[in-house]
């Protein structure tokens, strides 16, 4: 399998949504940086093919990561990128309930930072609240939680923000007529054509076949909530490091 292929196609799909996916992840890693230096030890949170964790790993080579996700197609993904690679942990768990501490095994306060990207929307709002909290508790004082979105300011809301989200989606169809990327839908279909990946395909679509019939629960509230909601969690201090249309990156640092 070329691995490095299916990442690259990945993220070709992910900036038909977001061409400025990588500004988020620098906004994320420049404060990760900043605040707890170039050796950190991440939980790359819903991380799919690892698209945070490669980049940490490239930028901060003592770095270490653990991804998590529920999707076995994007773990097997990870798992031959990361192969071999020391550094990196890959665990399978559903953020839909606490359970996910038990699959993941790690101590309270054994993470300097929590990772996530366009991820916890997937989760209803109460979910989005008590994540917070339960990663929280996975991270050392001083600890940082950076969460990269849909959120729009609540200030632009109504026929303003609705404005900025068809202004996205008319550029995400000129961004794929440009460039061919697949879309969703083509990324699928495309990873379900590879006979050595087509098992995991198949069980990842069983386990999302309510997401694909559009009756599954989808959390978007604004910036504000979320720093209001890290906050509730414990983080003593929370904002954005980073804004983009309706898009934006909050962080919380937890006190030390
Ligand atoms: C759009 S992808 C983003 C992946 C990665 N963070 C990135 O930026 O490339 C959303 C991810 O959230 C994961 N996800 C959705 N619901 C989840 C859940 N309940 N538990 C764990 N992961 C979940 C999906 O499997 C998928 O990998």
């Known amino acids: 399998m070329d691995w490095e292929l ?3 196609q990945w993220d070709a ?3 038909t949504y977001m061409p400025d996916r990588e500004e988020r992840f620098t906004a994320m890693l420049d404060a990760v940086e900043a605040w707890l230096g170039s ?9 799919g093919t690892g698209s945070i964790s490669r980049r940490l790993l490239t930028r901060s080579p003592r770095a270490s990561t653990v991804i998590v996700d529920v999707d076995p197609a994007l773990l097997a993904i990870a798992a031959g990128s990361f192969s071999g690679d020391g550094r990196v942990r890959i665990c399978r768990a559903d953020l839909a309930t606490p359970a996910w501490l038990d699959a993941l095994g790690e101590p309270p306060g054994s993470f300097d930072a929590v990772l996530t990207a366009t991820a916890l929307h997937w989760l209803p709002e109460e979910r989005v609240a008590a994540v917070y909290r339960e990663a929280a508790s996975l991270l050392r004082p001083g600890g940082l939680l950076a969460n990269a979105d849909h959120m729009a300011d609540d200030g632009l809301e109504g ?3 609705a404005g900025l989200d068809s202004f996205a ?5 000129a961004v794929r007529d440009l460039t061919g990327a697949p879309d969703w839908a083509g990324w699928w279909e495309q990873l379900a054509g590879y006979p050595e990946l087509a098992a995991v395909v198949a069980e990842r679509h069983a386990r999302f ?5 559009g009756t599954h629960t989808e959390s978007t509230p604004p910036s504000s909530w979320h720093v209001h909601a890290l906050r ?3 983080f003593a201090h929370a904002g954005l490091v980073w804004r983009g249309l309706g898009d934006a990156v909050v962080v919380g640092v937890l006190g030390d």
């Not at 989606?169 to 169809?173: F, G, H, N, S």
């Open 6 to 8: 299916l990442q690259q």
């Open 39 to 47: 050796a950190p030890r991440v939980l790359d949170l819903a991380g």
């Open 13 to 15: 799909q992910q900036e």
């Open 169 to 173: 989606e008319a550029r995400t169809a």
């Open 209 to 213: 076949a309510e997401r694909a019939r």
């Open 232 to 234: 509730q969690a414990g």
């Open 159 to 161: 026929s303003v923000g």
